[in-house]
């Protein structure tokens, strides 16, 4: 990645993609003027692809009481439909939105 580094293939720059990363505001701020939050410890399983594939998402409800997930997904359909029945939600009211992140952008 540095300007002086030898050129990996021919013609081809050693770094040919990048991302913008958008950080929002610190939140702490905000979890005192909040009329709820919940503080936890959560533990996933192993993750070995973590590194190429970060698993991250966020979700909030939206004016309309519908449900709003952003997150990666390799089939978003069967996703929509297998989380909405497992959080006991209207399909209608539950939205996942496509965020292409690690290998996903690949499929």
Known sequence: ???DAIEIHPETPNVY??????KGEDT?????SLPYVIEDDFYVGRQP???LEPDV???YMDEEGKLI?????????????MIA????IDPDKYIIVQK???ATLLR
């Open 100 to 102: 292409p992140t690690g």
């Open 17 to 22: 993609f990048k991302t913008q990363r958008v």
């Open 49 to 51: 692809h973590l590194v």
């Open 85 to 88: 029945e497992g959080i006991g």
């Open 69 to 81: 997930v952003h997150s990666k997904s390799i089939a978003m359909h069967f996703h929509h439909l």
């Open 57 to 59: 998402g966020f979700t």
């Open 28 to 32: 702490k701020p905000l979890m005192k």
């Open 1 to 3: 990645m540095e300007e």
